[in-house]
């Protein structure tokens, strides 16, 4: 188990904690005590990097299936929404093993993400 930070906030809990959203990862890599430690700063990064990629992911989907629906027949919609829900499943079943790994103290990295995360957390 990790040690508490004098606000009683252990790493393993702000690590998990930075991915909830960008924000309080962007909060973390500020605030000391929190920016002081390693596991945080890489666990920081690595959300900020997940967000990033799910948003580029996002836009790039939109744009593919705006196009296909305006060019394929009727029947793609369903098709379409089926491919979309299960990259939001897998999205959301990244993150939640994220959050997970984190709480647990274990640095869990991402392909390509966590080497970017890593680098920027100087680690």
Request: a neutral charge; aromatic letters at 14%.
């Amino acid at each position: 188990m990790s040690e508490s930070n004098p606000s009683g906030l252990s790493d393993n809990a702000a690590s998990a904690i930075a991915y909830v959203t960008f924000v309080p990862a962007i909060v973390f890599l500020v605030m000391p005590p929190y920016n002081a430690s390693p596991n945080v700063r890489f666990h920081s990064w690595q959300s900020i990097f997940l967000n990033i990629a799910a948003i580029v992911v996002c836009i790039a989907l939109s744009i593919v299936f705006a196009v296909a629906w305006a060019i394929l027949p009727f029947g793609f919609y369903a098709i379409g929404h089926l491919i979309w829900l299960l990259i939001d499943l897998a999205w959301f079943i990244i993150w939640l093993v994220c959050i997970l790994r984190a709480l647990n103290g274990v640095r869990f990295k991402l392909p390509i993400i966590g080497a970017l995360a890593e680098k920027q957390a100087g680690v």
